[in-house]
């Protein structure tokens, strides 16, 4: 099995290319998608941040708002950090079960928004940083996001630097071209994770 930690700032495209290495045969564990599982109505991880941050956090619905609760902890690094202690165990549960679940020879992508900022890069036999210039991730997030700029501005500032991300990459796909440009430089990844793999 050879694990890929995959990651890049918010706006980067790493969704894009995670998109493409699961069309490639790569198990992808999203971290993401993960960490919004953990805290669907019903859940323990629920009820904790709910305890933490209180009931105005919550829609109508019961569900969690994300938008609401980014609100507060972006611009709180002591309740980020409160945030990411409730989150990040539920997390690392589930990441385990699922990899448990691939088969012995798989190429295993975790998807790791915060994988810099949290210094796991050593948990991986492979980093790969999708990488984006400021400039291009503003506009994506307020093209496909719908985000204003200060809001956009202040999830990138919340995040490691490039230069932090590229410290930590193995291969760096660097993402402020076409999606061609994507699909080529995606390619020529995959046949690198496949050598890789192989040579064990």
């Known amino acids: 099995m050879l ?11 790493k969704s894009e290319v995670s998109t493409r290495l699961a069309s490639k045969g790569a198990v992808v564990i999203d971290a993401d998608r993960i960490a919004r599982e953990v805290v669907e109505p019903g859940t323990p991880g629920l ?6 941050f209180g009931t105005e956090v919550l829609r109508p619905d019961g ?3 994300r938008e609401k609760l980014g609100g507060i902890v972006f611009a709180d ?3 980020l ?3 990411n202690a409730i989150v990040h165990p539920l997390v690392g549960e589930r990441v385990a079960e699922l990899q448990a679940q691939a088969a012995a020879d798989a190429i295993v992508v975790y998807d790791v928004p915060l994988l810099a900022e949290n210094g796991l890069a050593p948990m991986y036999d492979v980093v790969v ?3 984006s210039s400021d400039e291009t991730r503003l506009a994506r ?3 496909h996001r719908g985000m204003a700029e200060h809001d956009a501005k202040a999830r990138i500032a919340a995040q490691a630097g490039r230069e932090d991300r590229l410290k930590i990459a193995d291969i760096v796909i660097d993402n402020d071209g076409s999606l061609d440009d994507l699909d080529a430089r995606v390619d ?3 046949d690198d994770l496949r050598s890789r793999a192989a040579r064990g």
């Open 3 to 13: 694990m890929i930690g995959l990651t890049g700032g918010i706006g980067s495209g």
């Open 47 to 52: 009820a904790r941040v709910v305890a933490a």
């Open 63 to 65: 569900s969690l708002n």
């Open 77 to 79: 690094p002591d309740k």
């Open 81 to 83: 950090a409160s945030l």
């Open 129 to 131: 940083v999708v990488d």
């Open 141 to 143: 997030l307020a093209e």
């Open 188 to 190: 020529e990844v995959w």
